[in-house]
């Protein structure tokens, strides 16, 4: 495995973030489920970056 430099922006994780904390806050979804949901979404994003 590589070491990659981080890149100066993380556009598609901040997407990521955003989308799960509005349903949250927004949504009515309970902070259990959107740490789950949130877990997920970053591990396939990272998964699909190697």
Known sequence: ???KAAPKSYGD??????EEL???YNGGRDIESTVK???NRIQ???NEQE
Do not use: E
């Not at 994780?13 to 955003?18: A, H, K």
């Open 44 to 46: 396939l994003y990272l």
């Open 13 to 18: 994780l901040s997407q990521i973030l955003y």
């Open 1 to 3: 495995m590589k070491c």
């Open 37 to 39: 949901i949130l877990n």
């Open 22 to 24: 509005d349903a949250l």
